[in-house]
């Protein structure tokens, strides 16, 4: 028979974790972290509570990271600003990482792969996107006509996953190309021409 742990030992587990990350990092790190996976808008107060630091302090932070370009800011009521990720960062971070982990030729054959992919969608539901189906058939819907072919959830999951895994294979093969035109192989030839 094994013996079973007392469970009240681990009621304070994620107050000490907390507690470690706190005394191992500053207030602008844990702003950074917070923020880093932070998509909707959101107060500094709500920032500053998650990073585990005062709603000034998460606001001055937030303020360098919009300047950055790592955050982006949206008006809420009241006149308060809501703090989210930006876009652009997100498109970055995502870019490195297939850099980091895929090759320039491989990342060419998967684009390509995708984009045959998405042929497919377009062939087999007459539209350009799954968004642009859902209006046809609704309009269809409404008008009283027969509807096109049904598609299923997953399949609109995949449509759409598709898209945007094709949307950061694109920005990572356009950084890779920038790089080498900056640092690489034909960055004499950009030298001379200027």
Do not use: C
Not at 22 to 35: D, G, K, L, N
Request: proline residues 3%; without cysteine.
């Amino acid at each position: 028979m094994t013996e079973r742990s007392d469970p009240s030992q681990y009621d304070d587990v994620n107050e000490t974790v907390a507690a470690e990350w706190e005394a191992e990092t500053t207030p602008y790190e844990r702003v950074r972290t917070v923020i880093a996976r932070t998509y909707t808008p959101v107060s500094a107060e709500t920032v500053g509570d998650r990073a585990r630091t005062s709603a000034k302090t998460a606001r001055k932070h937030l303020q360098a990271l919009v300047t950055e370009g790592f955050v982006v800011t949206e008006p809420a009521e009241y006149g308060a600003t809501h703090y989210r990720r930006s876009p652009e960062s997100v498109v970055l971070e995502q870019a490195a990482d297939i850099l980091a982990e895929t090759s320039r030729s491989e990342l060419k054959t998967r684009v390509t792969e995708m984009r045959r992919r998405l042929g497919k969608f377009r062939d087999t539901y007459g539209v350009e996107s799954p968004e642009e189906l859902a209006v046809v058939q609704t309009n269809d819907e409404l008008a009283g006509h027969e509807s096109r072919e049904n598609i299923d959830d997953e399949t609109i999951g995949e449509w759409r996953q598709t898209r945007q895994n094709l949307a950061f294979a694109n920005a990572a093969l356009a950084i890779a190309n920038a790089q080498e035109f900056v640092g690489g192989k034909h960055a004499d030839e950009n030298r001379s021409l200027s």
